[in-house]
């Protein structure tokens, strides 16, 4: 568009006009506008729709998650042990059987008296007292006299004297 800066200022009705103008030629076709819609109705608090399971893992209580996790974490584990135990066989020829159980039943026995232990950790917590906090309320007096400690150490073998004066 050519502009002629030697034209005169438009007036308001001028200026008003060619705005609605250029407004029109701007939301003229081919350039429409896209729809839209907003549902205004409130939603109810429930209804009648039963709950859908989400991907993922399927909903448990805490302490079932926690343990699903723990015996996915030692499946995850026993793989190496039993990848170098298998190494460990195939290397040696000639094994003693009752080695082989020993070395076998090891790993098994720590952790089951390792569990052992836990147990008896957690239930010595539960066993626990509460805590009790006491609030008091009253004349807080406070004592402003100065103790002073004097200590003297003498001797082959330590003798310690403290003289305390107020």
Known sequence: MDHDRTAA??????????????ITEAYAPPYVTPTSHRDE?????????????????????????DASALM???????VPIGGSLSLVLYTVGHVDPVVVGIVCAAPVL????????????????????????????????????????TSTTRGLVARTSNDIHN
């Open 110 to 149: 720590f952790l089951s008296a390792l569990s052992r232990v836990i147990k008896g950790a957690k239930a010595a917590l539960e066993a626990a007292p509460a805590d009790h906090h006491h609030h008091n309320n009253g004349v807080v007096i406070q004592d402003h006299r100065t103790i002073t400690v």
């Open 41 to 65: 109705t409130p939603l109810p608090a429930y209804g009648p729709t039963p709950p859908v399971a989400q991907p993922g893992r399927p909903p448990m209580s805490q302490k079932a998650t």
């Open 9 to 22: 200022p438009l007036t308001a009705d001028e200026a008003n006009a060619r705005a609605r103008q250029l």
């Open 72 to 78: 996915l974490f030692a499946g995850i584990a026993s």
